[in-house]
């Protein structure tokens, strides 16, 4: 048995002591591989494709499940309280209600974004590049209403469903969010934002799109998506 042992050891030869800074440094590595596998997981899980990497979109998807009326939320008092909506109206949609304190930011045939009304006057030291609610661009931060791109066929994953109006609709907790800097940490007791797909009578789906943190519960999302209308001049993007 100890020649056996001998000969593997020569086969083997002399071992190393193992350098702490080329462990640290596999370690490293390995957890950036980990970062970027789960990056991809949630861009290809994601709605919007190339729109999740800078506005770190989810994706969801109807299930058979009887319709219920919406969660009041984790929350038992809503942080936010929705309001008439008196404003201009968008393009290609009108909303009855937003949140109290909150405009139509940008309004696209194809889109539009609800923001806090502090959005409004950025002042000279704002960098909309590092505070993204100042973009109108951006959906950071802000409620995002469109219709689902021509490249989808309603949600991809199972969600609660629920009754929005007179309307079939699925609520569902959005995917982790991601950027170009990495996956995006959730908000306070884990909430990665919500999305509400409502199905339209053409077939396609209505998405209003709630980000992480803006503290409205799943009863008022439904409530805010219910006054949502779309009209003939919206337009679906692509990809």
Known sequence: MNDLRDH?????????????????????RGRRALRRRRAVQAVAGSAFGVAALAAAFAVATS???????????????????????????????????????????ASEQGYLTVAPDKAKNPGPDVNPSTDPVYDKD??????????????????SRAGKTVKVGDKEGVL?????????????PPAPGGDTGSELWIKQPSGVYLIVQVWQGLGLTEAQIVELGAGVHVHKDAVQGVG
């Open 8 to 28: 593997f050891e020569e086969i083997a030869g002399p071992m190393h002591a193992v350098d702490s800074k080329q462990v640290e440094a596999d370690l490293t």
């Open 63 to 105: 299930g058979g499940t009887p319709a219920v009326p919406a969660d009041k939320g984790t929350a038992s008092v809503a942080s936010v309280q929705l309001v008439a909506y008196k404003g201009e109206q968008p393009k290609g949609f009108t909303v009855d209600k937003v949140p109290d304190g909150w405009f139509v930011q």
């Open 138 to 155: 951006s959906f950071a931060d802000k409620i995002v209403i469109m219709l689902e791109s021509k490249d989808q066929s309603g949600p």
């Open 172 to 184: 569902l907790k959005s995917l982790q969010g991601v950027t170009p800097d990495g996956l995006v």
